[in-house]
Nanobody
Framework: VQLVESGGGLVQSGGSLRLSCAAS????????IGWFRQAPGKEREGVSCIRRIWGNTYYANSVKGRFTISASSDKNTFYLQMDQLKPEDTAVYYC????????????????????????WGRGTQVTVSS
């Protein structure tokens, strides 16, 4: 399994970026793709998740209403559209393969190692200047 992120960069506060995650090598269809981020000195945080087959999407509260996760028509490339970016969104962003999207009772996405397929991209840097 291989996941490759692209699309990071430097943007001013209030701006937008779109990250891409190209997925290959999966031997089954019903998996999910999660986006995660890690800022310097902070723990890794689950940002958003999409179930590949049905397109169900989930978000962390910190990005809800500003970020949108989606998939290409062939469902092998996954996108994270990031709008209204804030300096606190600055981090390295990773995509990862998951068995499913873990969510809290309120529907928000979070990281859970128990559903990790062990396939992660190398990450892409997003820097938001104030």
């Amino acid at each position: 399994v291989q996941l490759v992120e692209s699309g990071g960069g430097l943007v001013q506060s209030g701006g937008s970026l779109r990250l891409s995650c190209a997925a290959s090598g999966f031997t089954f269809d019903d998996f999910s793709i999660g986006w995660f981020r890690q800022a310097p000195g902070k723990e890794r945080e689950g940002v958003s998740c999409i179930r590949r087959i049905w397109g169900n999407t989930y978000y962390a509260n910190s990005v809800k209403g500003r970020f949108t996760i989606s998939a290409s028509s062939d469902k092998n490339t996954f996108y994270l559209q990031m709008d209204q970016l804030k300096p606190e969104d600055t981090a390295v962003y990773y995509c990862a393969g998951l068995y499913w999207c873990p969510i809290h009772r309120d529907g928000t996405f979070f990281e859970d190692s128990r559903v990790d397929l062990g396939a992660w991209g190398r990450g892409t840097q997003v820097t938001v200047s104030s």
